[in-house]
Nanobody, 121 residues
Framework: QVLLVESGGGLVQAGGSLRLSCAAS????????MGWFRQAPGKEREFVAV????????YYADSVKGRFTISRDNAKNTVYLQMNSLKPEDTAVYYC??????????????WGQGTQVTVSS
């Protein structure tokens, strides 16, 4: 059984930082891509960032480029999303996802349960 478990969300003031973690288990992710998505109330789930387990190729949404950094620890089967200079518009439930393709679309095989990030102004 594949499990993706996010953690690290919370309440932070604008300009602050948070680091999200996504612990993956249940299969080998060597050739997989890990993505972060977010969904704000009343809005569709949107792409944030993606990284491949092997090679470390990364890609970011324009809205977070320069502020967020995605990384991975292969030994721990964990992917991170370091979020700096947070803005109120970053408030959302953040989800990690795993799939064979590094894509900005929601075409991932596995999803976590999400973690809430709230940025106060």
């Amino acid at each position: 059984q594949v499990l993706l478990v996010e953690s690290g969300g919370g309440l932070v003031q604008a300009g602050g930082s948070l680091r999200l973690s996504c612990a993956a288990s249940g299969r080998t992710f060597t050739n997989y891509a890990m993505g972060w998505f977010r969904q704000a109330p009343g809005k569709e789930r949107e792409f944030v960032a993606v990284i491949r387990w092997s090679g470390g190729l990364t890609y970011y949404a324009d809205s977070v480029k320069g502020r967020f950094t995605i990384s991975r620890d292969n030994a721990k089967n964990t992917v991170y999303l370091q979020m700096n200079s947070l803005k109120p518009e970053d408030t959302a439930v953040y989800y990690c996802a795993a799939g064979p393709r590094a894509t900005i679309n929601r075409e991932y095989d596995y999803w976590g349960q999400g973690t809430q990030v709230t940025v106060s102004s």
